[in-house]
């Protein structure tokens, strides 16, 4: 079942420098029709829509951390949003962590117990110890999200992902990394050279009304997460998730 997202209005401009299409009778004055597509809209997959406005919150200062919001987790691309705050909100487009496949591992891995893998979260350093046990793909990542556990991280972080362990950072952004440093197992768990990956994602501040029609699928946004106190209304349309 599409979605129809139908914009209507105008956007008028004085007081300031008329450049071109000025109405009559005022040199100081643009007004610019608004829409979306042609005749009635843009057709989407799907769209979803705050039915009245949501609280967010999130720890620290805005743009230290960022959170998904429920209703966007219902698309798998997002290609328009528009987003109404009542405070300063800085919206990530594009988020994604900073992820590390492995190449190459070797299941069973053959340890004999003590191997080590040391992997570095945004400049936190965490060892994972192995076992004799720890053969499987799955029961390294298994180890590795334990020794996460306990050094105080969410997890997993650990996954296997076509037969190799992926190891997904903490964080999202263009600031975030993940890399493995060393390990007297790293070479056989597929991840040899100290390889290091970086996150993804484009701030956007916003205070007020932000709307943006962006690429179609497979080029549109998959996530986009936000950061900051405020009250917020929001439509997002794009493919459905389900």
């Known amino acids: 079942m599409s979605a129809t997202v139908t914009l209507k209005g105008t956007l008028e401009v004085s007081g300031g420098s008329c450049v071109t299409a000025c109405g009559s009778g005022s040199s100081d004055r643009h007004v610019q029709s608004l829409s979306l597509g042609e005749c009635g809209g843009v057709v989407f997959e799907t769209a979803v829509q705050t039915p009245a406005k949501i609280a967010v919150a999130t720890a620290g200062v805005i743009g230290q951390n960022f959170i998904d919001l429920d209703i966007l987790l219902q698309l798998s691309s997002i290609e328009f949003l528009t987003v109404e705050t009542d405070n300063d909100l800085i919206l990530r487009v594009g988020a994604a962590f900073a992820s590390l496949l492995g190449t190459g591992g070797t299941f069973p891995t053959g340890f004999g117990g003590g191997e080590t893998l040391t992997v570095d979260f945004d400049g936190t350093p965490v060892t994972t110890t192995f076992d004799v046990a720890d053969q499987s793909a799955a029961q390294c990542a298994a180890r590795i999200n334990a020794a996460f556990a306990l050094a105080g991280l969410s997890t997993p972080r650990a996954s296997v992902v076509g037969g190799q362990i992926q190891i997904d950072g903490v964080l999202t952004g263009v600031g975030a990394t993940v890399s493995v440093t060393g390990g007297?197992?790293?070479?056989?768990?597929?991840?040899?050279?100290?390889?290091?990956?970086?996150?993804?994602?484009?701030?956007?501040?916003?205070?007020?009304?932000?709307?943006?029609?962006?690429?179609?699928?497979?080029?549109?946004?998959?996530?986009?997460?936000?950061?900051?106190?405020a009250g917020v209304e929001l439509t997002a349309a794009g493919k459905s998730a389900a």
């Open 184 to 229: 007297t197992g790293a070479a056989v768990l597929g991840f040899a050279g100290t390889p290091s990956a970086t996150g993804a994602g484009n701030d956007i501040r916003v205070n007020g009304i932000f709307m943006a029609l962006f690429s179609r699928f497979p080029n549109a946004p998959t996530r986009i997460m936000v950061s900051g106190t």
